[in-house]
Every structure is written in C-alpha cells, then in structure tokens.
T-cell receptor, first 114, second 115 residues
Framework: GAVVSQHPSWVICKSGTSVKIECRSLDFQATTMFWYRQFPKQSLMLMATSNEGSKATYEQGVEKDKFLINHASLTLSTLTVTSAHPEDSSFYIC??????????FGPGTRLLVL | QKEVEQNSGPLSVPEGAIASLNCTYSDRGSQSFFWYRQYSGKSPELIMSIYSNGDKEDGRFTAQLNKASQYVSLLIRDSQPSDSATYLCAVNYRYSGAGSYQLTFGKGTKLSVIP
C-alpha cells in the first residue's frame, strides 16, 4: 500500500516552454501533497505544500507564478514549471501525506531544460 | 527554527556489522519521526516510523527514540552492501493552526557497507 506515482519520469524541453508533472496517490487519499526539488549531491528542498481544494503554500524563495501547483482531487496534484530555463533543470519529487503525517514519495521526475 | 541534525558521514562499516545512524531535533513538540533511505539518483523510500519512546524493530532495522534527549537513531544489523545509501531522518512539526503538518528533513548520512 501507500504507492505514489509521478509522470513523466523524465522530460527534456527547450528553454521557454512549460512542463507539467503529475503526482498521484494510487491506493490512498491524500489531503496534503508536497513538492520537493533536489539538485545533484544536495539535500531535498521543499518547494510547496499543496492542500486539496485550496491554494498551495510556497516556501520562501520559490516563485509561485513560475511553479504552478494544482491539487484538484484527493489523489492528484500537478506542478507546472512555466517558461522553464536551464537553471530549472533538477530532480522534482512529490510526496503524499498519509497516516500520522507519514510522507510517501513518488519516484521523481528529472527535468532537463536545454 | 525547526532543525534536524545528522552527521553527514560518510559512515563506512564492513559487511555484517551493525550500522548506527543518529539524529537530533530541535522541536520538543514533534510527535512523529521517520527514517528514509535514498539511493543515488532515486527518491526517498520510507524505512521506519516511530512515535513513542523506546525501540521499534522491523527486520534488520531498529529505530530508537528518546524524546527527553530529542534524539532518534536507526540501527541496521547485519549490514549488506545493498544498504549503501543516504539515510534521511525526518521529524514532523505543525505549520498551521488547522492541524497541518510538514516534515523537516536532516541533510542525510551517507552509509557505505564494505564487502
């Protein structure tokens, strides 16, 4: 149980395009989902907290107009990187919160912006 | 400021030995504690959760919690080369009045099990 999927697993795009990443909790409902970013050899960095039916809460320094988050249902949250640039290239990981605040992570999405 | 501290390592142990990973946290109000394993290039994977003082065992893994000392540890018995990974300690804290929680992660301890 407690499986979280992400799609796509990797994406290569041209600078200036937008990329949407989906995060789904497959066998449980998640009121809260989280989006993280991780650069090579660095720690997980929380970008935003996504609550179903309400606006996401962004961490300091994360541009909400650039990283659009939608959590329209209890099993789906999406992250859209708008007008992506090479510095946005990273490993994006979502997690869904289950019982007793346990976070279950998706497999991650590697984004490469050329 | 909510902080979770871990020794970054690397921690090297021979195959078959016990690996001991430690973590301290700053928020006395935290109630939930987690250990995640992250292989290079992969996302974190939950290994253990612990909520009460004392030990919790699951196979070769034992989590230990001491809330008075604000200390959490993970013991890995009979370490295998496949255990080589970065281990992340995570502690919950409430971030809004509506009962919403986030996890604060430590920077992780890199474990290397030598065959």
């Amino acid at each position: 149980g407690a499986v979280v999927s992400q799609h796509p697993s990797w994406v290569i795009c041209k600078s200036g395009t937008s990329v949407k990443i989906e995060c789904r909790s497959l066998d449980f409902q998640a009121t809260t989902m989280f989006w993280y970013r991780q650069f090579p050899k660095q720690s997980l960095m929380l970008m935003a907290t996504s609550n179903e039916g309400s606006k996401a809460t962004y961490e300091q320094g994360v541009e909400k107009d650039k990283f659009l988050i939608n959590h329209a249902s209890l099993t789906l949250s999406t992250l859209t990187v708008t007008s992506a640039h090479p510095e946005d290239s990273s490993f994006y990981i979502c997690s869904a919160q289950g019982h007793r605040e346990t976070q279950y992570f998706g497999p991650g999405t590697r984004l490469l912006v050329l | 400021q909510k902080e979770v501290e871990q020794n970054s390592g690397p921690l090297s142990v021979p195959e078959g030995a016990i690996a001991s990973l430690n973590c301290t946290y700053s928020d006395r109000g935290s109630q939930s504690f987690f250990w995640y394993r992250q292989y290079s290039g992969k996302s974190p994977e939950l290994i253990m959760s612990i909520y009460s003082n004392g030990d919790k065992e699951d196979g070769r893994f034992t989590a230990q919690l001491n809330k008075a000392s604000q200390y959490v540890s993970l013991l890995i018995r009979d370490s295998q080369p496949s255990d080589s990974a970065t281990y992340l300690c995570a502690v919950n804290y409430r971030y809004s009045g509506a009962g919403s929680y986030q996890l604060t992660f430590g920077k992780g301890t890199k474990l290397s099990v030598i065959p």
